[in-house]
């Protein structure tokens, strides 16, 4: 029974918070409480694993940024959770100077280099608090898991390596092989914490080739170094026992530019896209109106939702198409309510009974009833918190959709991907009341990246059209060029399959009374077709020869030579990490989910999807304008 | 995960003894000695640290008694257990002194920490150590009292099993009492039906002594006897029935005292929000009076300042008429 990338991050960071002790199970210990200092980065990787309340739990009493001013809290062991960089390492030392401590645990998220632990050293020296000092880790945690499938590697500081940064023309070559650096270090703590060796899979001649390089040689090196080796026998064995080693396959994401842009129409990344999911959580402008006798102003109030996978509809709706949605939020409510009103009648008959003391028969079944209503009052309570907050966020989606019309881009989009003709595309990008000008680009990149070559007078009439409607057209600029450069004309053939059942389905709903009120909207149903990236996984996984992998190149570190060219021909693989450099979104996270369900029918197929960072549409279109203008 | 800590201590060593090499002041390094530097810790603390310690030391005790105290072993009588009934109580009495004791402790840790004078984070950090050890204390609170569940059930059931006995022996000898015209046997019911754990072993006997006194007692007639007999049963009928609802209501009361439990800890839990709600209240009230007065001062300066506008426009609209009559 393996245990998913993020459970095992969860023991870790337990683990650390635990003074680096195993974590026995027993609720029977005494508490030993500490503080706990992060980064930004440390922040990034804590919130969407552990809660406040698990926090506490544990016997954190405070946890503090480290560039925050603290204040001095003598007796109180520290856990420090921090990137070594050498900000943060100064930082420290003025800690240990300031005495802000009794002791201090010091974990870094990836490893420190020799010469920054010879500054912490003498730092220590200097203000005499060896002592203090306990314990020194790395951690070798460097990435976000967000699902149990899929992990990112960078929230808060994403521009150093977006795809911007990898593509822009004037980067250097220093800031190249900073990017990469960050990049294998964060794949080598993947692979350090799951105790596994992968088989590496890339294509070649980009990013993804040096990424695959580099990790290949980390990873060699520390199989070599039979002292620190982190995949020893020990670890596998404490992990899982599954005897095939997983496949990671580096992708670039110039492989596929329209998922990013694409509109989307399941739950999770519609939240993503039109929300800004971001580390699993979601803010939402309510607007409240407030009577004062100058009239009614409405105020709006932001509201923080967490959508994590401790939610139990959560975990069942996110990958489901929005109607659907909707109604299982609808039937949720209505068994909310019969429960409520069980309570609600017992409540009546109590009242009632409690007139009449001489039945004291009848009260032996109420106050049974009683004790199980009271006890499952909290559940009650909760349930119907999470029933609110996904009304909240399906309405608020809902006013979305209906004020940009993005089932009609939606439908346009899949019939583009499927190679229909885009007479009305023009229609759609003059009308002032579809949707935002980012919207318009959106559809037209699309149209220009998979559907059927236009000349220039057509696409100069376009962005005619586009500028009236406000929209900024470098970043179309850029797309030709990449489109000339990448030779990806057989790219929108991989999109095929795809085609969309227009069903007007108001029917249903209005007769529910439900207050979705979906009229104009119109129910698509997704048909089930493989995005480029997971033709290539699916290909890869299953070795099945396909035209583009032909001349992916094969790493295997566990080799003793390093030859890279002949894949040795093994079993279909089980199991597969799938890495897009550049960024990454919902959409191919759903797409590669649903193809494992798929697949997994009578032997599980595992596949984990991670990319450097989680771009909705609009950033990465701006990432593109930013492109196209420096062109 | 990689432990760093040998090769920060090697470092460590390397740096100092790269320093010693220099000519450095030596005052810093005079003070390293073998043993580290006492640390001062704060009152808070210790007292904190020794709370728990007591906790834990109840929890050791409970835990190492626990397995004489419930006796999974039977309920017969008569087999020997390893506990008996009195030592099972001085625990339970010393595990109540020790709760209470934790308990003033920290009520007493908790009064001296908000007296003392800190920073907020401090504070803060305080409240949560506090609220931690309080939990700590009721998880070992529940240890025990579920061992003393354990227990108090034990006896109940003990009670009950011994109970029936009686009354199927008894039951069985009813009908050979009605049969035999036995009045003795009266005289035997009334005291078994109030001893409860009794041993059987005495109305085993009364059966085989029961024929001999039929010809004893001659001062009460058949007829009498058997209206003796019949208000018996009825006294009998209405004893246990009696004894029936009042172990129902035992029950049923145990019920409601769970639930009150559960129910005064949600008063309480709204007692604070409660309690806020009023002052706020109070204050609202306060501030809406002073808003009143102050609007009507407001109005009565605006009455004011509108006599002296209207003064003002009059005394320009003669000023002007006089000058036109002057001029004209």
């Given at each position: 029974m393996a245990s998913s990338l993020r459970e095992k991050q969860i023991h870790a960071l337990k683990r650390m918070?635990?003074?680096?002790?195993?974590?026995?199970?027993?609720?029977?210990?005494?508490?030993?409480?500490?503080?706990?200092?992060?980064?930004?980065?440390?922040q990034d990787i804590i919130s969407p694993l552990l809660g406040v309340k698990e926090l506490r739990d544990m016997g954190v009493t405070l946890h503090l940024n480290l560039h925050s001013d603290r204040d001095a809290i003598t007796d109180v062991p520290a856990v420090y959770f921090v990137m070594p960089t050498d900000d943060n390492v100064q930082r420290i030392c003025r800690d240990l100077q300031n005495q802000l401590y009794d002791s201090y645990y010091l974990n870094f998220i990836s490893a420190i280099?020799?010469?920054?632990?010879?500054?912490?050293?003498?730092?220590?020296?200097?203000?005499?608090?060896?002592?203090?000092?306990?314990?020194?880790?790395?951690?070798?945690?460097?990435?976000?898991?967000?699902?149990?499938?899929?992990?990112?590697?960078?929230?808060?500081?994403?521009?150093?390596?977006?795809?911007?940064?990898?593509?822009?023309?004037?980067?250097?070559?220093?800031?190249?092989?900073?990017?990469?650096?960050?990049?294998?270090?964060?794949?080598?703590?993947?692979?350090?914490?799951?105790?596994?060796?992968?088989?590496?899979?890339?294509?070649?001649?980009?990013?993804?080739?040096?990424?695959?390089?580099?990790?290949?040689?980390?990873?060699?090196?520390?199989?070599?170094?039979?002292?620190?080796?982190?995949?020893?026998?020990?670890?596998?064995?404490?992990?899982?026992?599954?005897?095939?080693?997983?496949?990671?396959?580096?992708?670039?994401?110039?492989?596929?530019?329209?998922?990013?842009?694409?509109?989307?129409?399941?739950?999770?990344?519609?939240?993503?896209?039109?929300?800004?999911?971001?580390?699993?959580?979601?803010?939402?402008?309510?607007?409240?109106?407030?009577?004062?006798?100058?009239?009614?102003?409405?105020?709006?109030?932001?509201?923080?939702?967490?959508?994590?996978?401790?939610?139990?509809?959560?975990?069942?709706q996110k990958g489901n198409p929005f109607p659907t949605v909707a109604e299982a939020v609808q039937e949720e409510l209505d068994a909310y309510r019969t429960k409520e009103d069980e309570v609600k009648t017992l409540k009546a008959a109590m009242g009632i009974e409690g007139e009449d003391e001489s039945a004291i028969s009848m009260l032996s079944d109420n106050t049974a009833k009683l004790t199980t209503a009271v006890s499952s009052l909290p559940e009650l309570l909760e349930q119907k918190r999470l029933i609110d907050m996904h009304t909240n966020?399906?309405?608020?989606?809902?006013?979305?959709?209906?004020?940009?019309?993005?089932?009609?881009?939606?439908?346009?989009?899949?019939?583009?991907?499927?190679?229909?003709?885009?007479?009305?595309?023009?229609?759609?990008?003059?009308?002032?009341?579809?949707?935002?000008?980012?919207?318009?680009?959106?559809?037209?990149?699309?149209?220009?990246?998979?559907?059927?070559?236009?000349?220039?007078?057509?696409i100069d009439q376009y962005c005619v059209a586009l500028q009236g409607a406000n929209c900024d057209i470098a970043a179309i600029s850029y797309i030709r060029r990449w489109k000339s450069y990448t030779k990806m004309t057989a790219a929108p053939s991989q999109y095929g399959g795809g085609g969309t059942k227009t069903v007007n389905m108001f029917s249903k709903l209005m007769s529910q009374g439900s207050q979705f009120f979906m009229e104009g909207v119109k129910n698509l149903v997704i048909k089930k077709h493989n995005l480029p990236a997971t033709r290539i996984v699916d290909a890869l996984m299953e070795m099945k020869t396909m035209q583009d992998i032909e001349d992916y190149r094969y790493f295997d570190p566990k080799l003793l030579r390093a030859d890279s060219s002949i894949p040795r021909s093994r079993s279909p693989f089980q199991e597969a990490y799938v890495f897009v450099i550049g960024g990454g979104n919902y959409i191919e996270y759903q797409n590669l989910v649903d193809y494992a369900k798929g697949k997994s029918t009578n032997v599980p197929k595992k596949v984990v999807y991670g990319c450097s960072d989680l771009s909705n549409a609009s950033e990465f279109l701006k990432q593109l304008g930013r492109l196209g203008q420096e062109m | 995960?990689?432990?760093?800590?040998?090769?920060?201590?090697?470092?460590?060593?390397?740096?100092?003894?790269?320093?010693?090499?220099?000519?450095?002041?030596?005052?810093?390094?005079?003070?390293?000695?073998?043993?580290?530097?006492?640390?001062?810790?704060?009152?808070?603390?210790?007292?904190?640290?020794?709370?728990?310690?007591?906790?834990?030391?109840?929890?050791?005790?409970?835990?190492?008694?626990?397995?004489?105290?419930?006796?999974?072993?039977?309920?017969?009588?008569?087999?020997?257990?390893?506990?008996?009934?009195?030592?099972?109580?001085?625990?339970?009495?010393?595990?109540?002194?020790?709760?209470?004791?934790?308990?003033?402790?920290l009520q007493t840790v908790k009064k001296n920490a908000e007296a003392e004078k800190v920073h907020p984070q401090v504070k803060e950090h305080r409240e949560y150590v506090l609220a931690l050890i309080n939990s700590y204390l009721k998880v070992v609170c529940k240890i025990y009292s579920e061992q003393r569940a354990v227990r108090v059930k034990r006896v109940v059931d003990k009670k009950r099993i011994s109970r029936i006995e009686p009354e199927r022996r008894l039951s069985r000898q009813y009908s050979r009492n009605s049969d035999t015209d036995n009045i003795s046997s009266n005289a035997q019911l009334p005291s078994t039906s109030s001893g409860n754990t009794a041993s059987p072993k005495v109305i085993q006997r009364v059966p085989s002594q029961t024929p001999n006194y039929d010809d004893s007692d001659d001062d009460i007639s058949p007829e009498e006897a058997q209206m003796f007999e019949q208000e018996n049963k009825a006294m009998y009928d209405e004893m246990n029935s009696l004894s029936e609802e009042i172990s129902k209501i035992q029950g049923k009361v145990v019920e409601i005292a769970s639930l009150q439990e559960i129910f005064t800890e949600k008063v309480l839990q709204q007692e604070e929000d409660i309690v806020k709600i009023a002052d706020t209240a109070v204050f609202t009230t306060e501030n809406i009076k002073e808003g009143n007065e102050e609007i009507r001062e407001a109005m009565k300066k605006n009455a004011g300042f509108r006599v002296w506008i209207l003064f003002f426009i009059l005394v320009l609209t003669f000023s002007l008429l006089f000058l036109d009559w002057y001029s004209g």
């Amino acid at each position: 029974m393996a245990s998913s990338l993020r459970e095992k991050q969860i023991h870790a960071l337990k683990r650390m918070l635990n003074f680096n002790t195993p974590v026995n199970k027993s609720t029977n210990a005494e508490p030993q409480w500490k503080v706990l200092v992060y980064d930004r980065f440390g922040q990034d990787i804590i919130s969407p694993l552990l809660g406040v309340k698990e926090l506490r739990d544990m016997g954190v009493t405070l946890h503090l940024n480290l560039h925050s001013d603290r204040d001095a809290i003598t007796d109180v062991p520290a856990v420090y959770f921090v990137m070594p960089t050498d900000d943060n390492v100064q930082r420290i030392c003025r800690d240990l100077q300031n005495q802000l401590y009794d002791s201090y645990y010091l974990n870094f998220i990836s490893a420190i280099p020799r010469q920054k632990l010879e500054d912490l050293a003498s730092a220590a020296i200097h203000c005499n608090s060896v002592p203090q000092v306990s314990r020194v880790f790395d951690q070798y945690l460097n990435f976000i898991s967000l699902e149990d499938d899929m992990f990112t590697l960078r929230h808060q500081d994403r521009d150093s390596i977006s795809y911007y940064s990898i593509n822009r023309g004037d980067v250097r070559d220093t800031d190249m092989e900073q990017i990469m650096d960050t990049i294998v270090d964060s794949l080598f703590s993947v692979f350090v914490t799951l105790g596994t060796i992968p088989i590496i899979r890339c294509p070649r001649g980009n990013a993804a080739e040096m990424v695959a390089e580099r990790l290949d040689k980390k990873l060699r090196e520390n199989l070599r170094d039979a002292r620190n080796s982190f995949f020893t026998a020990d670890s596998v064995q404490a992990g899982q026992f599954s005897f095939q080693r997983p496949l990671l396959v580096l992708l670039d994401r110039n492989l596929d530019i329209a998922t990013m842009l694409h509109h989307t129409w399941t739950y999770q990344a519609l939240s993503h896209d039109v929300l800004n999911l971001k580390l699993n959580r979601v803010e939402i402008e309510e607007a409240s109106e407030v009577k004062s006798p100058g009239g009614v102003r409405p105020t709006k109030k932001k509201k923080a939702y967490d959508l994590n996978t401790s939610d139990r509809f959560w975990q069942l709706q996110k990958g489901n198409p929005f109607p659907t949605v909707a109604e299982a939020v609808q039937e949720e409510l209505d068994a909310y309510r019969t429960k409520e009103d069980e309570v609600k009648t017992l409540k009546a008959a109590m009242g009632i009974e409690g007139e009449d003391e001489s039945a004291i028969s009848m009260l032996s079944d109420n106050t049974a009833k009683l004790t199980t209503a009271v006890s499952s009052l909290p559940e009650l309570l909760e349930q119907k918190r999470l029933i609110d907050m996904h009304t909240n966020v399906a309405t608020a989606l809902l006013d979305q959709i209906k004020s940009r019309k993005l089932d009609v881009y939606f439908e346009t989009e899949e019939k583009l991907m499927s190679k229909a003709t885009l007479d009305n595309l023009l229609e759609i990008i003059s009308d002032p009341e579809a949707g935002t000008p980012d919207d318009k680009l959106r559809l037209f990149l699309i149209a220009l990246i998979c559907g059927p070559t236009l000349n220039d007078a057509q696409i100069d009439q376009y962005c005619v059209a586009l500028q009236g409607a406000n929209c900024d057209i470098a970043a179309i600029s850029y797309i030709r060029r990449w489109k000339s450069y990448t030779k990806m004309t057989a790219a929108p053939s991989q999109y095929g399959g795809g085609g969309t059942k227009t069903v007007n389905m108001f029917s249903k709903l209005m007769s529910q009374g439900s207050q979705f009120f979906m009229e104009g909207v119109k129910n698509l149903v997704i048909k089930k077709h493989n995005l480029p990236a997971t033709r290539i996984v699916d290909a890869l996984m299953e070795m099945k020869t396909m035209q583009d992998i032909e001349d992916y190149r094969y790493f295997d570190p566990k080799l003793l030579r390093a030859d890279s060219s002949i894949p040795r021909s093994r079993s279909p693989f089980q199991e597969a990490y799938v890495f897009v450099i550049g960024g990454g979104n919902y959409i191919e996270y759903q797409n590669l989910v649903d193809y494992a369900k798929g697949k997994s029918t009578n032997v599980p197929k595992k596949v984990v999807y991670g990319c450097s960072d989680l771009s909705n549409a609009s950033e990465f279109l701006k990432q593109l304008g930013r492109l196209g203008q420096e062109m | 995960m990689a432990d760093v800590t040998n090769i920060f201590k090697a470092v460590v060593k390397g740096i100092k003894s790269r320093k010693k090499q220099l000519p450095g002041d030596g005052k810093n390094e005079e003070r390293h000695s073998i043993f580290p530097t006492p640390k001062h810790r704060g009152d808070f603390e210790v007292n904190a640290k020794e709370v728990v310690s007591a906790i834990t030391k109840l929890k050791d005790l409970l835990l190492k008694h626990r397995k004489d105290y419930v006796n999974a072993g039977s309920h017969l009588i008569g087999e020997a257990s390893s506990m008996t009934d009195a030592e099972r109580e001085k625990i339970d009495t010393e595990a109540q002194n020790i709760i209470k004791k934790c308990q003033d402790n920290l009520q007493t840790v908790k009064k001296n920490a908000e007296a003392e004078k800190v920073h907020p984070q401090v504070k803060e950090h305080r409240e949560y150590v506090l609220a931690l050890i309080n939990s700590y204390l009721k998880v070992v609170c529940k240890i025990y009292s579920e061992q003393r569940a354990v227990r108090v059930k034990r006896v109940v059931d003990k009670k009950r099993i011994s109970r029936i006995e009686p009354e199927r022996r008894l039951s069985r000898q009813y009908s050979r009492n009605s049969d035999t015209d036995n009045i003795s046997s009266n005289a035997q019911l009334p005291s078994t039906s109030s001893g409860n754990t009794a041993s059987p072993k005495v109305i085993q006997r009364v059966p085989s002594q029961t024929p001999n006194y039929d010809d004893s007692d001659d001062d009460i007639s058949p007829e009498e006897a058997q209206m003796f007999e019949q208000e018996n049963k009825a006294m009998y009928d209405e004893m246990n029935s009696l004894s029936e609802e009042i172990s129902k209501i035992q029950g049923k009361v145990v019920e409601i005292a769970s639930l009150q439990e559960i129910f005064t800890e949600k008063v309480l839990q709204q007692e604070e929000d409660i309690v806020k709600i009023a002052d706020t209240a109070v204050f609202t009230t306060e501030n809406i009076k002073e808003g009143n007065e102050e609007i009507r001062e407001a109005m009565k300066k605006n009455a004011g300042f509108r006599v002296w506008i209207l003064f003002f426009i009059l005394v320009l609209t003669f000023s002007l008429l006089f000058l036109d009559w002057y001029s004209g």
